[in-house]
Antibody
Framework: QVQLQESGPGLVKPSETLSLICTVSGVSITDYYWSWIRQTPGKGLEWIGYIHYTGSPNYNPSLKSRVNISLDTSKNRVSLNLTSVTSADTAIYYC???????????????????WGQGTLVTVSS | DIVMSQSPDSLAVSLGERATINCKASQSVLYSSNNRNYLTWYQHKPGQPPKVLIYWASTRASGVPERFSGSGSRTDFTLTISSLQAEDVASYYCQQYFSTPWTFGQGTKVEIK
């Protein structure tokens, strides 16, 4: 059974960097794509980006200048870094597995399943 | 970006009655080469992660009760709960995975009348 668990500081100061980790169990992270999503009261659910160990990450253009998603295959973890945070970045942050079809040079990405429990991050001084 | 718009924002339905949620995409999410609609529905209960209910617009995910069904194509989609149960109280979201950035509807909150 695939399980994901987000962890990281619950409080981040404005202008600093938000850093979260998603620990994956039940499957190797090299076997799938992985995504981060956040939920804010104002904007609802917002896709942040995804990554696969064989290729470059794909980010939401609205966050691209500030976001970095990476993999630690030795620890089976997916990381999210978001720089220069403001109160607008206060949200519940989720990681999720991306279902897909394909192999080699072609991958067709699908829905997100499962999701982690999510972690609330508040940006405040 | 593909904008996903859901209606209504909230819905109160009596137990055993039908609940219908609509989702409209600002452009088609039907991929012509495989005739699949790149549209999924999630159920989100408070304190729990979102759970996939429907993918390819109309395929029920494993373990999802038959009272949940999805329909529609191209830009207009519907999630129907044929007979609302107490455990169905939740928010429901549509999401397109046709093109990045992947986008979600604003959500529909379903409550018991």
């Amino acid at each position: 059974q695939v399980q994901l668990q987000e962890s990281g500081p619950g409080l981040v100061k404005p202008s600093e960097t938000l850093s979260l980790i998603c620990t994956v169990s039940g499957v190797s992270i090299t076997d799938y794509y992985w995504s981060w999503i956040r939920q804010t009261p104002g904007k609802g659910l917002e896709w942040i980006g995804y990554i696969h160990y064989t290729g470059s990450p794909n980010y939401n253009p609205s966050l691209k200048s500030r976001v970095n998603i990476s993999l630690d295959t030795s620890k089976n973890r997916v990381s999210l870094n978001l720089t220069s945070v403001t109160s607008a970045d206060t949200a519940i942050y989720y990681c999720a597995r991306v279902m897909f079809e394909g192999s080699g040079n072609y991958f067709d990405l699908h829905w997100l399943d499962p999701w982690g429990q999510g972690t609330l991050v508040t940006v405040s001084s | 970006d593909i904008v996903m718009s859901q209606s209504p924002d909230s819905l109160a339905v009596s137990l055993g009655e039908r609940a219908t949620i609509n989702c409209k995409a600002s452009q088609s999410v039907l991929y012509s080469s495989n005739n699949r609609n790149y549209l999924t529905w999630y159920q989100h209960k408070p304190g729990q992660p979102p759970k996939v209910l429907i993918y390819w617009a109309s395929t029920r995910a494993s373990g999802v009760p038959e009272r949940f069904s999805g329909s529609g194509s191209r830009t207009d989609f519907t999630l129907t709960i044929s007979s609302l149960q107490a455990e169905d109280v939740a928010s429901y979201y549509c999401q397109q995975y046709f093109s990045t950035p992947w986008t979600f509807g604003q959500g529909t909150k379903v409550e018991i009348k």
